[in-house]
């Protein structure tokens, strides 16, 4: 069975830098061809997808967000850590990360999700 | 990037209701659509993949179909439980993913 949990702060100041820990049991990096993506949600809007990092370490960002973003992995650890910097009040969402199959195909989805974390941005 | 655009942003229904929600993509993704939903404070869930294959465990009043850019998923009779919302994501782009803006299901 594949879980996944999020952690980090529930608050964060404007200008400061968070940091996510995603923290997963039931595969592994070592031995699996997987990836661990970021998504996140703003109170009452959707989601929108974030970063994501492969088995091989082979990351992707969200145009949008590619200059404040930075994904890595820790394999012994079986975690996958997200940083983004610059907070402003608008990055107030909740942040999910999700399994999904590691090879490059299209044929691909986001499952399971972890149940979230919510983070405030304010000062 | 492709966008994704669903309709209708919120619908009322009742219980044994068949609904239907569009998704449209701004350009072909075949048919590398996937389906989500979310209850009010909890995860998002994979109800189909790839178009129109159900996800293990997921009612089968619950369907997809569609291809090119044109998708839509059906609930044949509504059920008390499926009053949530409603995403779509495309996976045609290896380099990012996008999800649409999502419809709520609400009670009429």
């Known amino acids: 069975q594949i879980t996944l949990k999020e952690s980090g702060p529930t608050l964060v100041k404007p200008t400061q830098t968070l940091t996510l820990t995603c923290t997963f049991s039931?595969?592994?990096?070592?031995?699996?061809?997987?990836?661990v993506g970021w998504i996140r949600q703003p109170p009452g809007k959707a989601l929108e997808w974030l970063a994501l990092?492969?088995?091989?370490?082979?990351?992707r960002y969200s145009p949008s967000l590619k200059n404040r973003l930075t994904i890595t992995k820790d394999t012994s650890k079986n975690q996958v850590v997200l940083t983004m910097t610059n907070m402003d009040p608008l990055d107030t969402a909740t942040y999910y990360c999700?399994?999904?199959?590691?090879?490059?195909?299209?044929?691909?989805?986001?499952?399971?999700w972890g149940q979230g974390t919510l983070v405030t941005v304010s000062s | 990037d492709i966008q994704m655009t669903q309709s209708p942003s919120s619908l009322s229904a009742s219980v044994g209701d068949r609904v239907t929600i569009t998704c449209r993509a701004s350009?072909?993704?075949?048919?590398?659509l996937n389906w989500y939903q979310q209850k009010p404070g909890k995860a998002p869930k994979l109800l189909i993949y790839?178009?129109?294959s159900l996800q293990s465990g997921v009612p089968s009043r619950f369907s997809g179909s569609g291809s090119g850019t044109d998708f839509t998923l059906t609930i044949s009779s509504l059920q008390p439980e499926d009053f949530a919302t409603y995403y779509c994501?495309?996976?045609?782009?290896?380099?990012?993913?996008?999800f649409g803006q999502g419809t709520k299901v609400e009670m009429k």
């Open positions: 790839a178009a129109s």
């Open positions: 990092i492969y088995w091989n370490d082979d990351k």
């Open positions: 350009q072909s993704i075949s048919r590398y």
């Open positions: 999700a399994h999904r199959l590691g090879d490059y195909s299209a044929t691909n989805w986001f499952d399971p």
């Open positions: 994501q495309q996976s045609y782009s290896t380099l990012t993913w996008t």
């Open positions: 039931g595969f592994s990096f070592s031995t699996n061809a997987v990836s």
